[in-house]
């Protein structure tokens, strides 16, 4: 049995939007921008998507860029609204510790620039408080980005209310909604929120294609990709119009279903939790009220998550520790750091993310194995030895 529980990393490809995506390879395979019928129909097909984008996150299509995928759509909008504060002689950004790396390596990129960053601490629940935002928003201040739930935890955080105190102190609000789209309901224009990533392979979209909202006369975008006029100038490249029709059915159809989908991988969800947890030395990341339905992310004490991840590899079951882009680096998850874990336990974390395409037989599965793979690998660790003799001690 093969069960993918990593759709945190990557989703498959829903068949809606692979039929999508076909016609556009060989029938309407023209650049948008030229000017003849085969030209017209890709650049209609590309328009409509557009429209997709902008009723389902409540805003214009004239406020959506289409971008390389999520990585770029982050680093577009904080260049933005950095370029934007700077004019203003504002140079101060607020954060949080446990931001995606395509938001905090573009930060740290901007103060080497001159820019200040401020990164807010991570509670043990694994949601900030919107206060803990207007606690750090100076007068210089020109960008709030916190995002939407977070990938490796599935933590989500109070984005309305932070929008709320965004907007009525006059600072441009950034989220990064990747994990949250598809799962949870968003609304820019009722959230306060200025501007919003989007990354379509997080939600049965195809990989290469993300989604830039900025709300008109919040930011003015500044490229990061110099080249033709294509999306008003603001980012140069043919448009990848198979790609972005794809995005734009896979968004489309999850939509439709955000509520069942929802509450049947809750179900699923919990049914994790519950069994795993029952595992001696374990823990539950970050609280299970503000979660994403298909996150779940644990630790336990005396192994390693690679030797977990490589085991239950052989059972069938696809997970991860940590996010995609930590894992094969031998240090601990900078989310996992930020909650206060100690090393040590944080190397023990394991990462199930399941999506509307998993199903109850796969969680059997999952809790049928496990716990007999932990209990090997305390078997043969030193570590656990040492914490079963009392040399040293349980921390979880
Ligand atoms: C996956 C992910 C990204 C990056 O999106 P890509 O399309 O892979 O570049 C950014 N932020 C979060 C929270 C993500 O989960």
């Given at each position: 049995m093969r069960v993918y529980a990593d759709n945190a990393a990557t989703t498959a490809v829903s068949d809606t939007a692979v039929k999508a995506m076909l016609p556009c390879f060989q029938e309407f395979y023209g650049n948008p921008s030229s000017l003849?019928?085969?030209?017209?129909?890709?650049?209609?097909?590309?328009?409509?998507?557009?429209?997709?984008?902008?009723?389902?996150?409540?805003?214009?299509?004239?406020?959506?860029?289409?971008?390389?995928?999520?990585?770029?759509?982050?680093?577009?909008?904080?260049?933005?609204?950095?370029?934007?504060?700077?004019?203003?002689?504002?140079?101060?950004?607020?954060?949080?510790?446990?931001?995606?790396?395509?938001?905090?390596?573009?930060?740290?990129?901007?103060?080497?620039?001159?820019?200040?960053?401020?990164?807010?601490?991570?509670?043990?629940?694994?949601?900030?408080?919107?206060?803990?935002?207007?606690q750090a928003i100076r007068p210089?201040?020109?960008?709030?980005?916190?995002?939407?739930?977070?990938?490796?935890?599935?933590?989500?955080?109070?984005?309305?209310?932070?929008?709320?105190?965004?907007?009525e102190l006059g600072v441009?609000?950034?989220?990064?909604?990747?994990?949250?789209?598809?799962?949870?309901?968003?609304?820019?224009?009722?959230?306060?929120?200025?501007?919003?990533?989007?990354?379509?392979?997080?939600?049965?979209?195809?990989?290469?294609?993300?989604?830039?909202?900025?709300?008109?006369?919040?930011?003015?975008l500044m490229n990061v990709i110099y080249g033709g006029a294509q999306e008003r100038g603001k980012r140069a490249g043919t448009e990848n119009i198979a790609g972005i029709v794809g995005a734009s059915a896979a968004f489309d159809e999850i939509c439709d279903h955000l509520e069942e989908n929802a509450a049947k991988v809750t179900v699923l969800r919990d049914r994790l939790i519950d069994g795993l947890t029952k595992i001696p030395h374990s823990i539950l990341n970050g609280e299970q009220e503000h979660r994403l339905p298909g996150n779940v992310n644990l630790c336990f004490e005396g192994i390693e998550g690679e030797s977990l991840l490589l085991l239950l590899d052989q059972k069938g079951i696809c997970a991860s520790s940590g996010s995609a882009c930590t894992s094969g680096s031998l240090d601990p998850s900078h989310v996992l750091l930020a909650l206060g874990l100690p090393h040590e336990v944080a190397h023990g974390s394991l990462r199930l993310s399941l999506s509307e395409y998993n199903t109850a037989e796969e969680i059997d599965h999952i809790l049928a194995v496990t716990p007999g793979i932990v209990e090997y690998l305390r078997n043969i660790s030193p570590v656990w030895d040492e914490l079963e003799t009392g040399s040293l001690k349980h921390v979880i």
């Open positions: 003849h019928t085969v030209g017209q129909e890709a650049a209609e097909r590309l328009s409509l998507a557009r429209q997709v984008f902008a009723k389902r996150l409540n805003c214009d299509p004239s406020e959506i860029t289409f971008t390389s995928g999520g990585s770029e759509a982050d680093n577009q909008a904080l260049r933005s609204a950095a370029a934007a504060g700077a004019k203003k002689n504002k140079r101060h950004i607020i954060s949080t510790e446990f931001e995606h790396h395509a938001i905090l390596h573009t930060l740290e990129q901007l103060s080497k620039e001159g820019f200040e960053v401020t990164l807010l601490p991570i509670p043990k629940s694994g949601v900030i408080s919107a206060e803990q935002v207007r210089d201040t020109c960008l709030v980005t916190v995002m939407f739930a977070n990938n490796e935890i599935g933590t989500i955080q109070p984005i309305p209310e932070i929008g709320a105190i965004c907007r441009p609000f950034h989220t990064d909604a990747v994990q949250a789209a598809g799962h949870l309901p968003i609304d820019v224009r009722a959230m306060n929120i200025d501007l919003l990533s989007l990354s379509a392979h997080k939600f049965h979209g195809p990989k290469g294609v993300g989604v830039l909202y900025v709300r008109r006369g919040a930011v003015s």
